[in-house]
C-alpha cells in the first residue's frame, strides 16, 4: 500500500524499469521472443535451466534497475487462481526498494478469461493495510502500469473497483476500535454512503423505542452511547421487484454485559460488529458497480456494556415481532440484536430472500475454524447458490442443521423463549434456531455466522491479517450468478 494500476497502450520507459510476463506452466519462453532484446531472452534461457520451476513466480535480476519476473499460469488457471498469483506477487515484492514495474498484458495468450484484471485485482485486496493509527505508515508503494492489448475493460474495471473499495470499506470499520467506531460514529458513517447512491434510514432509540424494538433496544442499554438500527437501499432496477435483504450484527463493542467475558475473550470482541460490516461494503459495492437488482441492508448498531442500566440476566423483553424472550445470559446478545432486525426487514421490504451475517458464537470456531462460515437456512435453493459462490470464489460456507429437537431447546418456562439454550451443546444452531423464530412469513433466509471468518490473526489467500472483508465478494458472487 499504496497500490497504484495505470492502463496504457504503451510505455516509453518499457525497457528500463521492471517488467512482468506470463509464460505457461512450462515456463516455455519461446512466446516471449517478441517482448524483450535478444541480449534479455538469451539471458533468461541460460539460466532458467537452472531455476526451480516448481515456483509460479520467477525472478531475474537484469540489472540494478531492471528485473524480469515470470508469472507462470496453468492451462487451465481460474480467476481466482490467478487472483491468488496476484496476492503472491504482493508479498514476494512488497518490501523491494524498486517497486515500478510495467505488466505487458500480450504476454497472455488466454484473453477471454480476463487473468490480468483479476491479477492486479489479487494483488490489490492483498495489498490492504489498516495503519490509520500508525504514526510511522509503511513506505511499499508498488506502481504497475499495464500494457498491451489484454487487458480487462472499463466495464471489469468498474466492477473490480467496486468490490475493492467495498471490501475496504468493510474492513475499515472492522478494524476501528471500539472507543472510535461506536453506534454514534457508526450512523454517522452510513449516512455518508447516501453519496453513492444508497437510500438511507437511519433509526434512532426514540424511533426504535415507539417501533417497539426491544430486544435490540436491550442490548445497548447499558451503554451511553446510543442504538440504531440503519437500512440502506439500493435500486438498480428502477422499479418496486422485491429487494435481496441483507442483514447485518453490529455489535460494536462486546463485552457481555453483566455476563461479562473474561480479559482473554474480550479483547477480540472490537470485530463484534463484522457481520453488519459486509453488509455495508456489500452495499457499497452494489451502488458502485450500479448492480442490476434491487437490495436492502439493514444493519442493528448497539454497544453491549455493563452498567447500572444493563440488561439483567432473567430480564424478559418484548421483541419487534410481539414475541417474548427471557435474556438469561447478556452474552447471547447478538440474537437479540437480529431478532428485531430480521422481523423488521421481513415485514418492511417483503424481500426475496434474507441472509444475515453476524459474528454469532465461539461455538462456529469450534466446528470450522477459519475455513467456512456456518450456514443455516430453510431454503435449499438459496443453501445450493450459497455454497457454489463460496467454492467458486473461495470464501466458502458449510451448511449445518436446524431441526424441529434443537428449536425445543430455547422453550422458557417464563417468556416465549429464552435466548440461552438450557442443556448445552450445539450452540451454533439453537442460537440459529432462535433466529429463525424471528423469521414470521416463511420468506427464504440463510444465516451466516462468521465469527471464525471476519478477522484473520495470520492472513490468508487475499489477506494480509486482521479484518478480512470475509462475505463481500460471496455475496456479491451470490447476485452475480443467480439474481443479476
Ligand atoms: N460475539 C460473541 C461470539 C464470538 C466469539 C464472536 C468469538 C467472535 C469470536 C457472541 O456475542 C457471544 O458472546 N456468544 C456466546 C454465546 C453464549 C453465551 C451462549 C458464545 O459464543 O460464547
Ligand atoms: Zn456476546
Ligand atoms: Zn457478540
Known amino acids: 500500500m499504496p497500490i497504484a494500476i495505470n492502463y496504457k497502450n504503451n510505455n516509453s520507459k518499457k525497457n528500463m524499469i521492471n517488467l512482468i ?66 496476492a503472491k506477487f504482493y508479498d514476494l515484492f512488497k518490501d523491494s526498494k524498486k517497486n515500478e514495474y510495467i505488466l505487458n498484458s500480450d504476454s497472455i495468450s488466454a484473453v477471454s478469461k480476463n487473468l490480468v484484471g483479476y491479477f ?41 473497483k467496486a468490490i475493492e473499495e467495498g471490501t475496504f470499506f468493510t474492513r475499515d470499520l472492522v478494524s476501528e476500535p471500539g472507543n472510535v467506531l461506536h453506534p454514534d460514529e457508526y450512523a454517522k458513517r452510513l449516512s455518508s454512503l447516501k453519496k453513492d447512491g444508497l437510500k438511507i434510514n437511519i433509526y434512532d432509540e426514540k424511533k426504535l ?27 438498480g432496477l428502477k422499479d418496486k421487484s422485491k429487494p435481496l435483504a441483507f442483514v447485518g450484527k453490529g455489535v460494536c463493542f462486546d463485552t457481555g454485559g453483566i455476563s461479562l467475558k473474561p480479559a482473554k475473550f474480550m479483547e477480540d470482541m472490537t470485530y463484534d460488529m463484522a457481520g453488519s460490516a459486509v453488509v455495508v461494503g456489500l452495499m457499497k459495492s452494489l451502488a458502485l458497480r450500479k448492480a442490476k437488482i434491487n437490495a436492502v441492508g439493514v444493519v442493528g448498531l448497539v454497544e453491549n456494556m455493563p452498567g447500572g442500566n444493563a440488561l439483567r440476566p432473567g430480564d424478559i423483553l418484548k421483541s419487534y415481532s410481539g414475541k417474548t424472550v427471557e435474556v438469561l445470559n447478556t452474552d447471547a446478545e447478538g440474537r437479540l440484536v437480529l431478532a428485531d432486525a430480521l422481523t423488521y426487514t421481513e415485514e418492511k421490504f417483503k424481500p426475496k430472500f434474507i441472509v444475515d451475517l453476524a459474528t454469532l458464537t465461539g461455538a462456529i470456531i469450534v466446528s470450522l475454524g477459519s475455513e467456512y462460515a456456518g450456514l443455516f437456512s430453510n431454503d435449499d435453493k438459496l443453501s445450493n447458490q450459497l455454497i457454489s459462490a463460496g467454492e467458486n470464489i ?91
Request: charged fraction near 25%; avoid cysteine; charge should be positive.
Open 394 to 484: 473461495e470464501e466458502r460456507v458449510w451448511r449445518m442443521p436446524l431441526n424441529k429437537n434443537f428449536d425445543k431447546l430455547i422453550d422458557s418456562k417464563n417468556a416465549d423463549m429464552q435466548n440461552i439454550n438450557y442443556v448445552g451443546g450445539a450452540g451454533s444452531t439453537t442460537a440459529a434456531q432462535f433466529l429463525q423464530r424471528f423469521i414470521l412469513n416463511k420468506t427464504p433466509w440463510a444465516h451466516l455466522d462468521i465469527a471464525g471468518m471476519a478477522f484473520s490473526k495470520y492472513g490468508g489467500a487475499l489477506n494480509s491479517g486482521g479484518a478480512t472483508g470475509y462475505g463481500v465478494r460471496l455475496l456479491n458472487k451470490l447476485i452475480e450468478d443467480h439474481y443479476e
Open 209 to 235: 423505542k415507539k417501533m417497539g424494538m426491544n430486544t435490540l433496544l436491550g442490548v445497548g442499554q447499558g451503554s451511553i452511547r446510543g442504538s440504531y438500527l440503519v437500512t440502506m437501499e439500493w435500486n
Open 120 to 160: 492486479v485485482h489479487g494483488l490489490r485486496l492483498k495489498s490492504y493495510v489498516f495503519e490509520k493509527y500508525k504514526t510511522k505508515k509503511s513506505k511499499n508503494n508498488i506502481s504497475i502500469t499495464v500494457i498491451g492489448k489484454n487487458k480487462p475493460s472499463s466495464k471489469d474495471l468498474i466492477r473490480f
Open 21 to 86: 510476463l506470463f509464460v505457461d506452466e512450462k515456463f516455455n519462453i519461446s512466446t516471449l521472443r517478441k517482448h524483450i532484446s535478444s541480449q534479455e531472452y538469451s539471458f533468461i534461457s541460460d539460466l532458467i535451466k537452472s531455476t526451480d520451476l516448481k515456483k509460479k513466480i520467477i525472478t531475474f535480476d537484469i540489472s540494478s534497475k531492471r528485473k524480469l519476473i515470470l508469472v507462470a499460469l496453468n492451462k487451465n488457471i481460474t480467476n481466482s487462481g490467478a487472483e491468488k498469483l496476484g
